[in-house]
């Protein structure tokens, strides 16, 4: 991993999809960025994650900043596109 820091390979954060239509971070999940934040090499102020749900059709998002030892919500997003 610190060779990928080197050679300009940054590391932001993840996303990944949850089985359910309103998503939200499970405990592994909330761990997981905790313990990537604290282990990687890196000069930022938090990780970003995104989990996205599985509502159809609309698209459903949970995103979040985290650091070593809290949780931001910045936004749960409903995405419900225009039928024409």
């Known amino acids: 991993m610190k060779r990928a820091y080197k050679n ?3 590391f932001i954060g993840e996303w990944h999809t949850h089985p359910q239509a ?3 971070p499970s405990p592994r999940d909330l761990l997981s960025m905790n313990d990537l ?4 090499c890196h000069e930022l102020n938090f990780f970003v994650m ?7 059709p609309e698209l459903s998002l949970w995103i979040s900043l ?8 910045l936004k ?5 596109p225009e039928i024409t």
């Open 76 to 80: 749960k997003l409903l995405w419900v």
């Open 22 to 24: 309103d998503p939200t």
């Open 37 to 40: 934040f604290v282990k990687s």
């Open 50 to 56: 995104i989990i996205v749900g599985n509502r159809m």
């Open 8 to 10: 300009g390979l940054h």
């Open 66 to 73: 985290h650091d070593a030892s809290s949780v931001h919500l």
